[in-house]
């Protein structure tokens, strides 16, 4: 579950778009491993119990990280609340993304999910005053109406848990707007490593209501995979749990390098790649593929999302007067 640049602190000047394309094509297949984690357990562990051990096993990846890009002391700044509210925001993107993918098919949670450039256009003139022609702002409209085809909202195909992957498009955009108007001056290993440590402690808050299964309900699977009690876990299941937090330390470094080496224009549009694997993997594993309103839904969202991405590249970005 990946979108928009990661911040990084003294980048070298931009000179291999092709390496960068494919760190990023690289880092978000690498990512979508934690994606099939999660749904392939979401039918028999809670969420909490997966997050806890995944950020347990990523702290000393994450670490490492920290310590390659600045030591300890890039953690000892006045940023920090910055990066702990950030933390809040991006622990609610990935807990109703993952809650999505236990009720909904994997292709159709990565779609709507990829309305966060839209979302991010709306909040970057609502929070940053940037300006914005209305090319974009019809692009928008386009893309929410693709949401709404694939939500359908009022059919007698609705999910609830389809409005999930939106919750979590707008926190993870809401995220974004707090990197981009607050996080050039920190680097990426410590904004992760401060989202993983309110990641650790929210889920540990999550296991201290519902761990001892006391509110366990089968009724609907987002909200069994919410509120399930902890389970010992299988060998297999345990090593899944744990290999998401290297997952997750990898992924990071490959989008930062990618960002990193890269114009960020040019290598943005190639996170859409989790399309694929979202419509490939949800073909091969659990045999789930978009009906023809779905194919629609996806289409105009892809292409909302990269027109909007090629026209904040095109046009330089407005000083940004942000509201107080």
């Known amino acids: 579950m990946t979108i928009t640049a990661i911040p990084t602190q003294g980048q070298g000047p931009r000179q291999d778009n092709l390496a960068g394309?494919?760190?990023?094509?690289?880092?978000?297949?690498?990512?979508?491993?934690?994606?099939?984690?999660?749904k392939f357990i979401s039918g028999g562990y809670p969420l909490h119990q997966a997050m806890v051990i995944r950020s347990l096993a990523a702290t000393p990846f994450l670490a490492f990280l920290v310590w390659r890009q600045g030591g300890t002391q890039t953690l000892r700044t006045p940023g920090?609340?910055?990066?702990?509210?950030?933390?809040?925001?991006?622990?609610l993107a990935y807990a109703t993304?993952?809650?999505a993918l236990a009720a909904l098919p994997l292709a159709t949670v990565v779609a709507i999910f990829f309305a966060s450039p839209l979302f991010i256009t709306i909040l970057s003139v609502l929070v940053l005053g940037e300006r914005v022609g209305w090319h974009r702002w019809a692009a928008v409209a386009a893309g929410f109406a693709g949401v709404v085809i694939?939500?359908?909202?009022?059919?007698?195909?609705?999910d609830w848990a389809a409005v999930l992957p939106v919750m979590a498009a707008l926190f993870y955009a809401w995220g974004m707007i707090v990197t981009r108007k607050h996080g050039g001056t920190e680097t990426a290993a410590a904004m992760a490593l401060y989202g993983n440590f309110v990641f650790l402690v929210l889920a540990l808050c999550l296991a201290a209501l519902f761990g001892g299964g006391q509110f366990a309900s089968e009724e609907h699977k987002s909200i069994a995979f919410l509120l399930r009690g902890w389970v010992w876990p299988t060998a297999l299941d345990l090593a899944l749990m744990l290999a998401c937090g290297p997952i997750?330390?990898?992924?990071?470094?490959?989008?930062?390098?990618?960002?990193?080496?890269?114009?960020?224009?040019?290598?943005?549009?190639?996170?859409?790649?989790?399309m694929i694997w979202g419509v490939l993997f949800g073909w091969l594993i659990w045999r789930d593929?978009?009906?023809?309103?779905?194919?629609?839904?996806?289409?105009?969202?892809?292409?909302?999302?990269?027109?909007?991405?090629?026209?904040?590249?095109?046009?330089?970005?407005a000083p940004a007067t942000p509201h107080p």
């Open 248 to 274: 997750a330390a990898a992924g990071l470094t490959l989008l930062a390098q990618g960002y990193r080496i890269a114009a960020s224009n040019v290598v943005t549009p190639f996170e859409y790649t989790a």
């Open 21 to 38: 394309i494919l760190c990023i094509i690289a880092g978000v297949a690498v990512f979508f491993l934690q994606d099939l984690v999660l």
């Open 80 to 91: 920090w609340r910055m990066m702990i509210g950030r933390g809040v925001v991006m622990f």
């Open 289 to 317: 593929l978009p009906d023809r309103n779905g194919w629609l839904g996806i289409a105009i969202i892809l292409c909302a999302g990269l027109y909007v991405l090629w026209r904040e590249g095109r046009n330089p970005r």
């Open 150 to 158: 694939l939500v359908r909202p009022g059919g007698n195909l609705f």
């Open 97 to 99: 993304y993952y809650l």
